[in-house]
T-cell receptor
Framework: AQSVTQLGSHVSVSEGALVLLRCNYS??????LFWYVQYPNQGLQLLLK??????LVKGINGFEAEFKKSETSFHLTKPSAHMSDAAEYFC????????????FGSGTQLTVLP | NAGVTQTPKFQVLKTGQSMTLQCAQD?????MSWYRQDPGMGLRLIHY???????DQGEVPNGYNVSRSTTEDFPLRLLSAAPSQTSVYFC???????????????FGAGTRLSVL
């Protein structure tokens, strides 16, 4: 079984500051990890994914995440926040490449202050 | 490209009413899923399908029925709506492949349902 914990349901940063959204996972098998973003009144869009090819994963819109097995973490970062980054972010885990569903974290609402 | 299309976008029901949430995808994906999103709980899987004619229960299936008569469509039925079913519902699809690099779910824009 897999589970995901996102630390901090709300995160606020100033425009231009570092964005750090935390995700820790639990999995009995090597995990596949994902970050999704949800803008207001929209569905979820994939930001990036980890599928064991490389531990540092680059995604869209300048986001990246690093898989750290020893810490069971997959934190999402962006060096410089932009107002358009304000959204809700979800970390998700899948137990295998052929897994039929994702297990989602509870989400982190990112606010970017001018 | 339409991707995953959900209708309606908004719906208000009275307790006990029935309705069907529609979901269609034009990517020839084998796997389709329904999730509900509630504040502070992320997305929880209701039902999923691995292909036409095959469905299975997810984490929170009670009160919902699904069917998959075609590859493209995966409707979600509420037989007797309850206030606890007030939520935002998302349909998702992905290709039926074991290739991890392609194991990406695509989501519709959601249906916001209120049950009074």
């Amino acid at each position: 079984a897999q589970s995901v914990t996102q630390l901090g349901s709300h995160v606020s940063v100033s425009e231009g500051a570092l964005v750090l959204l935390r995700c820790n996972y639990s999995s009995s098998v090597p995990p596949y990890l994902f970050w999704y973003v949800q803008y207001p009144n929209q569905g979820l869009q994939l930001l990036l994914k980890y599928t064991s090819a490389a531990t540092l994963v680059k995604g869209i819109n300048g986001f990246e995440a690093e898989f750290k097995k020893s810490e069971t973490s997959f934190h999402l970062t962006k060096p410089s926040a932009h107002m358009s980054d304000a959204a809700e972010y979800f970390c998700a885990v899948s137990g295998s490449a052929s897994a039929r569903q994702l297990t989602f974290g509870s989400g982190t609402q990112l606010t970017v202050l001018p | 490209n339409a991707g995953v299309t959900q209708t309606p976008k908004f719906q208000v029901l009275k307790t006990g009413q029935s309705m069907t949430l529609q979901c269609a995808q034009d990517m020839n994906h084998e796997y389709m899923s329904w999730y509900r999103q509630d504040p502070g709980m992320g997305l929880r899987l209701i039902h999923y399908s691995v292909g036409a004619g095959i469905t299975d229960q997810g984490e929170v299936p009670n009160g919902y029925n699904v069917s998959r008569s075609t590859t493209e469509d995966f409707p979600l039925r509420l037989l007797s709506a309850a206030p606890s079913q007030t939520s935002v519902y998302f349909c998702a699809s992905r290709a039926g492949t074991g290739d991890a690099a392609k194991n990406i779910q695509y989501f519709g824009a959601g249906t916001r349902l209120s049950v009074l």
